[in-house]
C-alpha cells in the first residue's frame, strides 16, 4: 500500500474544528479522489480531480473543501462538520486516459482515514 | 444513470468450498466491469476487470469472474475458499462511453470463510 498514502489514519474532531485530511500518491497517476466509505451503503464518489482540474463534485457539502495542489497530492478540508460524516474517507488515484475510449483504468486506493465527529 | 447491485449483505462458505458473490449492473451500453476487495483497516484493492474479449476474467488469488451481457451478471467466484478470503467485496461499473466514466459502485458483500 505504498502507493497511495493518507494521513491521519485515525481522526477524532468536535463539530466546531478545523482539520485537513491529506492524500498523497507516488504511482505517476493524473487522476485522484475522495471517497465516502459508510457502514452498509455503497462508496460514495465526493470529489474528482483530473489533470488537476475538478471534474467531478457530488453534490458534496460545503463544510468539505478539496484541494488539488498538485498531480500528487489531495487534500480534503474539513470544517463544522456533523456526527453523520463520521466515517472512512478514502483516497484513490488512477492514470485516465485522454482517449474518448476510457473507464478501463484501475483504481489505486490508499488505506484510508477513520474520521469520528463528537 | 448507471447502478451496481449486490443483493448479499454477506456470503457465509466453508473453508475448501466453492464462493461465489453475487453481482448485477445496469449501465448504458456496455461497461467495464471491476472488483475489489477491502481487508480490515485497509483501503480496496483490485481484484479483476473486464474489458473485452473472453467472457470469464482471472484475477488475483485465484479470483475469477464471469460476464454474464444477457443477465447484466459480474459474479465473482472461487473454487476453493480460503479462511484468508475472508474480507469485503466491491463490484463496480463504468460505461465505455457516453455518459460519466467514473465508477459506481455497490455497496459491498461481507465473504466470511470458516475453517
Known amino acids: 500500500e505504498t502507493g497511495v498514502t493518507q494521513t491521519p489514519r485515525h481522526l477524532v474532531m468536535g463539530m466546531t474544528n478545523k482539520k485537513s485530511l491529506k492524500c498523497e500518491q507516488h504511482?505517476?497517476?493524473?487522476?485522484m479522489y475522495w471517497y465516502k466509505q459508510s457502514a452498509k451503503k455503497p462508496l460514495e464518489l465526493m470529489f474528482v480531480y483530473n489533470f488537476k482540474e475538478q471534474t467531478e463534485n457530488n453534490s458534496v457539502p460545503s463544510r468539505f473543501s478539496p484541494e488539488c495542489p498538485n498531480s500528487s497530492h489531495l487534500f480534503l478540508h474539513l470544517h463544522t462538520l456533523q456526527p453523520e460524516d463520521s466515517a472512512l474517507y478514502l483516497c484513490?488515484?488512477?492514470?485516465?486516459?485522454?482517449?474518448?475510449?476510457?473507464?478501463?483504468?484501475?483504481?489505486?486506493f490508499g488505506p484510508g482515514t477513520r474520521l469520528l465527529v463528537l | 444513470a448507471q447502478s451496481v447491485a449486490q443483493p448479499e449483505d454477506q456470503v457465509n462458505v466453508a473453508e475448501g468450498n466453492p464462493l461465489t458473490v453475487k453481482c448485477t449492473y445496469s449501465v448504458s451500453g456496455n461497461p467495464y466491469l471491476f472488483w475489489y476487495v477491502q481487508y480490515p483497516n485497509r483501503g480496496l484493492q483490485f481484484l479483476l476487470k473486464y474489458i473485452t474479449g473472453d467472457n470469464l476474467v482471472k484475477g488475483s488469488y485465484g479470483f475469477e469472474a464471469e460476464f454474464n451481457k444477457s443477465q447484466t451478471s459480474f459474479h465473482l467466484k472461487k473454487p476453493s475458499a480460503l479462511v484468508s478470503d475472508s474480507a469485503l467485496y466491491f463490484c463496480?461499473?463504468?460505461?465505455?462511453?457516453?455518459?460519466?466514466?467514473?465508477?459506481?459502485f455497490g455497496r459491498g458483500t461481507s465473504l466470511i470463510v470458516h475453517p
Open positions: 463496480a461499473v463504468r460505461p465505455r462511453s457516453g455518459g460519466s466514466y467514473i465508477p459506481t
Open positions: 504511482l505517476g497517476h493524473n487522476a
Open positions: 484513490a488515484s488512477s492514470q485516465e486516459s485522454i482517449e474518448r475510449d476510457r473507464g478501463w483504468e484501475t483504481q489505486y
